[in-house]
């Protein structure tokens, strides 16, 4: 059996589409096609930016219908976790999707833990305390008497976004899911109970489905003006680590990650869930993998080495990556000292 696969992998500083050829034994994989992201200011307030982005995936299928003709097998998208964005009536988007560095959050932990004990919250998710996460950036939109959770009728985290605009379907993927510290894995389900305390819309909660579900068919209109046949989207692991540590090819369950792009993880895929005290302590993780939980830790990726690249490009210097690991081996050694694990960075 051999077959055609697009995979979509959206990253915060770029995508990417990449071809991948099963022959019955063995995957080849191409990259097709790469284009830019990142968060765009306004005023005080950062955003990402949806539907360029999904102009880009429409390109990509455009690019590959015209190399490889109509015929495609299956497509798949990962991104980032925790960043969604809010459905109205008639589909309607109510505002582009905050990025996880937007300023909203600053205070909202310790207003979670005024509601909910942060012993409890670890206990009922198993997610680690960080204000960048979905149930802080909602409690944000909460306290400041935001109208749009009034408005909203569902929340669709970013592939998730991606999966609806391609087949009309809504849904949540569970990878991507637990990252939200709103789900609860004793429960299989989202922690209604926590999303009820915190004052949160429970209605806005999709599905979640398994991944390697399909999600839909591709939309008759979509699939016209790309050049392709009809192609069944299926939900991978569509948070990106955990599309990534799926594809560890290591010969064993007994084997340690490193996943490193704009942030880096480590850790273990563990069969259930660890909410030790020793884990709280640490501000361990355990975030949703393909049969697996995976037992982690953020730890500072390539995002302080992705912020001196633009500041530097904003001066006129525009190094690629290539230069500046050039120049990093020619400095001079200890000349500076950066923690990249100080709170300022994370």
Known sequence: MSARLLAFDLGAESGRG??????????????LR????????????????????????????????????GQLDAIGIDAWGVDFALLGP???????????????????????????PREEIFQRTG?????????????????????????????????????????????????????????DPSLGSWSWEL????????????????????????????AAEVGLEAVPVIAPATHDTGS???????????????????WSLMGVELAQPLVSDQALAYNFTNEGGVGSYRFLKNIMGLWL??????????????FSYAQLSGLAEEAAPFSALVDPDDETFL
């Open 18 to 31: 990449i071809l991948g050829r099963f022959d019955g034994e063995r995957l080849e994989l191409s990259e």
């Open 195 to 222: 999303v009820e305390r915190l004052g949160l819309p429970a209605r806005i909660l999709p599905d979640i489905a398994d991944p390697g579900t399909v999600v839909g068919a591709l939309l008759p209109d979509i």
């Open 305 to 318: 080495v992705q912020e001196c690249r633009r500041a530097w490009r904003q001066q006129g210097r525009d």
């Open 127 to 183: 997610i680690q305390f960080m204000r960048l996460n979905t149930l802080y950036q909602l409690l944000a939109m909460r306290e400041a008497g935001s109208p749009l959770l009034d408005l909203a009728q569902h929340l669709l985290l970013m592939p998730d976004l991606f999966n609806f605009f391609l087949t009309g379907v809504k849904r949540s993927e569970f990878t991507n899911a637990t990252t939200t510290q709103l789900y």
């Open 34 to 69: 790469r284009f830019p992201n990142g968060p765009v200011r306004l005023f005080k307030s950062l955003y990402w930016d949806p539907l360029r982005l999904f102009s880009e995936l429409l390109e990509t299928l455009r690019c590959y219908a015209g190399q490889h003709g």
């Open 90 to 116: 008639g589909d309607i988007l109510l505002e582009n999707p905050r990025s996880y560095r937007d300023p909203r959050t600053e205070g909202m932990l310790e207003r979670a833990f005024e509601i909910v």
């Open 244 to 262: 990534a540590v799926a594809a560890v090819p290591a010969e064993t369950d007994d084997f340690a990650y490193i996943s490193s792009g704009t």
